[in-house]
């Protein structure tokens, strides 16, 4: 049986259970619930806290799990990214006092406080700066304010509560999260095939997803001149499916399409003479 860690709160949470919810795997139905089995998919899923994930994983005690980019990378673990989700996604930042510093250059011998000291301690060390790294948990905007440091490192959004405490960002990001799943280093070359049949399903199903969220269905009707140049406008995956219509010099394609660029494909096969819809969403897709 597969063993799999999910976040068990914060912004990770809801939307880690919808995507397993869409690749078809049973899910808790109350927050407080710690551990489901999913006998039917073979699956056992684990609520744990989301920073402690990679260290589960790490650890060969689950087989994979779903966190964020940055915990992976915060906490060391001998773990690596195999899949990214594409939600819960941010920035991490320098931020400080208006003129304190430009670029990462300007840090030396500076103060930072940050709640992801694994992060930000590499990121310097990565740079050749010599700064002090200071850990705290929660917020952190008031560690200047406070004469803590000097500068703060965090996740930022909108930057609204950094505008808020009178700071601005600064500098090239530290890096760019987002959800991922991950597993333990090299576990694919020593694992039996049961589980590894199991986590390349998983990870089947989880991509199956998000090509559903991504793209939409479209059927057109056009000339057999124009379709070389309708072909080039809806490529699909790996190649659009061309069928023969009744009427002689006519050819439907069925292809799948970008979500976001539909309608301007549409209006682009329009111009060529074609005639085109939307059939439906994408709800199952297996690659």
Excluded at 75 to 100: N, V
Excluded at 207 to 224: E, K, N, P, S
Excluded at 232 to 248: C, D, K, Q, R, W
Aim: aromatic fraction near 6%; charge should be negative.
């Amino acid at each position: 049986m597969l063993r799999i860690a999910v976040p068990n709160k914060g912004s990770l949470s809801g939307p880690a259970g919808e995507m397993l919810h869409e690749a078809g795997y049973q899910q808790r139905r109350e927050s407080k619930e710690l551990r489901i089995v999913d006998p039917t998919n073979e699956v056992e899923f684990f609520y744990l806290r989301p920073r402690d994930i990679a260290i589960y994983v790490s650890s060969g005690k689950l087989d994979i799990g779903i966190t964020g980019r940055d915990l992976l990378v915060d906490s060391g673990a001998d773990a690596e990214e195999i899949l990214p989700l594409g939600f819960a996604r941010s920035t991490f930042r320098f931020a400080g006092k208006p003129g304190t510093a430009t670029q990462v250059a300007d840090l030396t011998g500076r103060t930072v406080a940050t709640s992801y000291e694994g992060i930000v301690a590499g990121h310097l060390a990565g740079h050749g700066i010599d700064a002090s790294v200071v850990h705290l948990d929660g917020a952190v905007e008031t560690a200047i304010e406070l004469g803590v440091a000097e500068v703060i490192a965090d996740v930022v959004e909108t930057g609204t509560s950094l505008r808020n405490a009178g700071l601005e960002v600064f500098g090239e990001p530290i890096m760019k999260s987002e959800a991922v799943v991950i597993r333990r280093t090299g576990a694919s070359a020593d694992s039996d095939e049961t589980v590894e049949s199991k986590v390349q399903q998983f990870l089947r199903r989880l991509q199956g997803v998000l090509v559903a969220r991504t793209y939409v269905m479209m059927d057109y009707d056009c000339r057999v001149e124009q379709l070389e140049k309708a072909v080039a406008l809806t490529p699909g995956l790996e190649s659009p499916t061309v069928s023969p219509l009744h009427n002689e010099g006519w050819v439907a394609v069925r292809a799948m399409v970008p979500s976001k660029e539909a309608q301007r494909i549409m209006d682009d096969l329009y111009d060529i003479g074609a005639r085109a819809i939307l059939t439906t969403a994408i709800h199952a897709c297996r690659l």
